[in-house]
């Protein structure tokens, strides 16, 4: 088995540990990092060496947190997903190409979740959520249920998003900021980015 990681930065560091184990239970195999930058190409990072995008020969996970570049490195390589030993999984759950699950983290049931989907540690997706593509929850965010994400979102540390309704779910529209720390209570704007408790559009102080 052998495993890549795209983008040899601090979340890439972060899924060393989760990769070296998956390559462990499968029985042997190597990890590598991939990086576009030519002068980390032939390095070692963490142990492990760093390849160009040419050299790459088996699906790869992209650990970069911005969703624009992540889509962009997607659509040019085949995905792999990686999900940490201590990740716990429900009935009846969807997840698309190329998610990667860290340490501790819960989808519990009847939830769908789009492509490259970043969950960091500690971080919950509870029932019946619909999570598009490119989202990334940064640690500790907690997702109640009855939650629709649409493409593109930031979930910031510590966020928590209030349980919505079968009928009515709470909706995050495509491209939004979830400010670390914020109580979601309503239903968050494309491309709004929102902070506090509860959770207000950010305002633009003139400089």
Same mark, same amino acid.
């Given at each position: 088995?052998?495993?890549?990681?795209?983008?040899?930065?601090?979340?890439?560091?972060?899924?060393?540990?989760?990769?070296?184990?998956?390559?462990?239970?499968?029985?042997?195999?190597?990890?590598?990092?991939?990086?576009?930058?030519?002068?980390?190409?032939?390095?070692?990072?963490?142990?492990?060496?760093?390849?160009?995008?040419?050299?790459?020969?088996?699906?790869?996970?992209?650990?970069?947190?911005?969703?624009?570049?992540?889509? =962009? *490195?997607?659509?040019?390589?085949?995905? !792999?997903?990686? @999900?940490?030993? $201590?990740?716990?999984?429900? %009935?009846? #759950?969807? +997840?698309?190409?190329?998610?990667?699950?860290?340490?501790?983290?819960?989808?519990?049931?009847?939830?769908?979740?789009?492509?490259?989907?970043?969950?960091?540690?500690?971080?919950?997706?509870?029932?019946?959520?619909?999570?598009?593509?490119?989202?990334?929850?940064?640690?500790?965010?907690?997702?109640?249920?009855?939650?629709?994400?649409?493409?593109?979102?930031?979930?910031?540390?510590?966020?928590?998003?209030?349980?919505?309704?079968?009928?009515?779910?709470? =909706? *995050?529209?495509?491209?939004?900021?979830? !400010?670390?720390? @914020?109580?979601? $209570?309503?239903?968050?704007? %494309?491309? #709004?980015? +929102?902070?506090?408790?509860?959770?207000?559009?950010?305002?633009?102080?003139?400089?």
């Amino acid at each position: 088995m052998k495993i890549a990681i795209y983008g040899p930065g601090g979340f890439g560091r972060e899924l060393v540990r989760s990769a070296l184990d998956a390559v462990e239970a499968a029985g042997g195999g190597s990890v590598v990092f991939v990086s576009d930058d030519p002068s980390e190409i032939g390095g070692v990072v963490c142990g492990l060496p760093v390849i160009g995008p040419d050299a790459l020969d088996c699906p790869a996970v992209v650990a970069v947190g911005d969703a624009a570049v992540r889509r =962009r *490195i997607a659509d040019r390589i085949t995905a !792999g997903s990686l @999900a940490a030993a $201590t990740h716990r999984r429900g %009935p009846d #759950v969807v +997840v698309g190409e190329g998610a990667v699950f860290c340490d501790f983290t819960v989808v519990t049931a009847s939830a769908r979740i789009g492509r490259h989907f970043h969950c960091n540690i500690y971080s919950y997706v509870a029932h019946d959520c619909v999570i598009g593509d490119f989202v990334t929850f940064a640690p500790n965010v907690c997702c109640n249920g009855n939650v629709h994400i649409e493409d593109d979102v930031y979930v910031g540390t510590g966020a928590i998003l209030r349980q919505g309704a079968r009928d009515k779910p709470l =909706r *995050i529209g495509k491209g939004a900021i979830i !400010g670390m720390g @914020a109580v979601v $209570t309503k239903d968050v704007p %494309p491309g #709004v980015t +929102v902070i506090g408790n509860p959770a207000k559009p950010m305002e633009t102080r003139p400089t």
